[in-house]
C-alpha cells in the first residue's frame, strides 16, 4: 500500500443513497484470480445508462468519488474497493460508510471521508457548477474534520497494510524466534 497524506483532484457526484457492494462490483466479477481489471466491473450494471455520472466525460480523470449515505453496505467484498482504485479513485467522500466496507478501505488504501449530508450536498453543488472543482483531502493535518482513528491515519500516513504493519515489528519477532527453545513448534 502506498503512503497517503494529501489527495487532490476533481470528484463525482454520485447522488445515489444505500450503494451496496453487488452494486459497485456485480457478484460475476468475484470470479476473478487476479488482483486486476476490477475497473471494468465497476457499477456495471448502472454504466449501461448513458446518463449515468462514470459516463461524463468530464469526470474521467477524477480522483474522488462523493456519494450518499450508506454508501459499501451489503456484503464484504475487498473487489468492490480494488474496482474504486483501478478506476483512479483515492478517497470516497459520503455521509457514512458500512464498517466492513469502511475497513476493507483502510485495509487496502482507499480513503473513506464521513462528511455530514449538507457538506455532501455542498460539495455536489460545487462540482455541479464547476467539474473541475477541486477537492483536497488531507490525511495529514485534517482541516474539515472527519472521524480517523489514531491508528488508521498512522496506516496511511506510513502506508502500512497489515503485513506492514507486522513487519514494522521485525525486530521484535526476531528476537523472539532467537530465544524461542528449538523443540517448540
Known sequence: MKAVQVISGTGVPLKRSDVDTDQIIPAEWLKRVERTGFEKGLF?????????VL????????????AGPAFGVGSSREHAVWALQQHGFEAVIAPSFSDIFSNNCTKNGLVPVVLSETIVEAIWAAID??????????????????????ATQ????????????????EHKIDQYESNRHTWLP
Open 55 to 66: 459516463n461524463d466525460e468530464r469526470h474521467a480523470h477524477a480522483t474522488v468519488l462523493v
Open 129 to 150: 457548477a464547476d467539474h473541475e472543482t477541486e477537492i483536497v483531502v488531507d490525511v495529514a493535518g485534517i482541516v474539515e474534520s472527519f472521524p480517523m482513528s489514531p
Open 154 to 169: 498512522h496506516r496511511y500516513l506510513n502506508g502500512l497494510d497489515d503485513v506492514g504493519i507486522t513487519m514494522a515489528n
Open 44 to 52: 456495471s450494471t448502472w454504466r449501461d445508462d448513458r446518463e449515468f
